[in-house]
Nanobody, 120 residues
């Protein structure tokens, strides 16, 4: 069992930046896979970015719609997962959820979400 708490959402202008954080209740180094999903009303939740722990470090994956703009990372010392979001677009407006599991994109644990709103 792991509890996940997101923070960092808010209002940003198009072209701006936000950094989402996800703190974990257990050592993040012991969690093999973590990711960020997003969801807007009436749409399915979609995977934005994920990392899988591999022997040489973390292997990151990004959805095409955020490649080159978003960066996923984790800080083992702080037990925190991040999503650095640059070049924000109005279509990035969504509730963003942190997730953890054994191997992305299959996740077992979810946070409550943090709202990101991008104005044009």
């Amino acid at each position: 069992q792991v509890d996940l708490i997101e923070s960092g959402g808010g209002l940003a202008q198009a072209g701006g930046s936000l950094t989402l954080s996800c703190s974990t209740s257990k050592s993040i180094d012991s969690i093999n896979a973590m990711g960020w999903y997003r969801q807007t009303p009436g749409k399915q939740r979609e995977l934005v970015a994920s990392i899988n722990k591999i022997r040489s470090g973390d292997s990151a994956w990004y959805a095409d719609f955020v490649k080159g703009r978003f960066t996923i990372s984790r800080d083992n010392a702080k037990n925190t997962l991040y999503l650095q979001m640059n070049g924000l677009k109005p279509e990035d407006t969504a509730m963003y959820y942190c997730a953890a599991g054994t191997y992305a994109p299959v996740f077992d644990y979810w946070g409550q979400g943090t709202q990101v709103t991008v104005s044009s």
